[in-house]
């Protein structure tokens, strides 16, 4: 069964470094999405992608955060000055569709990044 | 703004028992999508079930069945004949246009 996969598994940072999280969607999907979950709280909607553009981001993806598509099939997530609080798992997600059609969104097993 | 709440924090129930996970949500959509989520140790996120709003009829998966009331906008998760391997976190979720909104989650735990 495809599934989305993400590397690396875990990544140790220091805070002011960046950081590139990367997730290969299923090959036939579209849409594109960054989660991120704080240890001990609930996963949060980043970023959503498609067709190469953002459609939608939530307040927590400000100017440090940047997405991109950068061949055909990764999907990266970059973090360009990292703080403590960036510390999370980090979970890419794909979808055939978008809304109002089949909907569901695979999710890769996360990446755990620690920023000390 | 839409919300899911899980009033559930923690429950533990011991092993072959039947359990049910409370979830309520708000959305203003008329057509969305509801999930629920595992999440074991490893913190891989899992989907368990899937409703769609718009079926009347209750999702189900082998042991997982849900209880969906529309009006009352609650969807509650059944696990039936509970298994050593259930124990994890459970995320109810709710489709907004193309992103999912999580609850904070129940964390379940099945004694032996």
């Known amino acids: 069964e495809p599934e989305v996969t993400q590397t690396p598994s875990h990544q140790v940072t220091q805070m002011g470094q960046e950081v590139i999280l990367r997730c290969v969607p299923i090959?036939?999907?579209?849409?594109f999405y960054w989660y991120r979950q704080i240890l001990g709280q609930k996963v949060e909607f980043l970023v959503s992608f498609y067709n190469n553009e953002i459609s939608e981001k939530s307040e927590i993806f400000d100017d440090q955060f940047s997405v991109e598509r950068p061949d055909g099939s990764n999907f990266t997530l970059k973090i360009r000055s990292t703080k403590l609080e960036d510390s999370a798992m980090y979970f890419c997600a794909s979808s055939v569709t978008g809304r109002r059609l089949t909907y569901e969104q695979y999710f890769g097993p996360g990446t755990r990044l620690t920023v000390t | 703004a839409q919300t899911v709440t899980q009033s559930q924090p923690e429950m533990s129930v011991q092993e072959a028992e039947t359990v049910t996970l409370s979830c309520t949500y708000d959305?203003?959509?008329?057509?969305?999508?509801l999930f629920w989520y595992k999440q074991p140790p490893s913190r891989q996120m899992i989907l368990v079930i899937r409703q769609e709003a718009y079926k009347q009829q209750n999702a189900t998966e082998n042991r997982f069945s849900v209880n969906f009331q529309k009006a009352a906008k609650s969807f509650s998760l059944k696990i039936s004949d509970s298994q050593l391997g259930d124990t994890a976190m459970y995320f109810c979720?709710?489709?907004?246009?193309?992103?999912?909104?999580f609850g904070k989650g129940t964390r379940l735990h099945i004694l032996p």
């Open positions: 090959s036939n999907h579209l849409y």
């Open positions: 959305t203003s959509e008329s057509n969305y999508y």
């Open positions: 979720a709710c489709t907004r246009d193309d992103k999912i909104i």
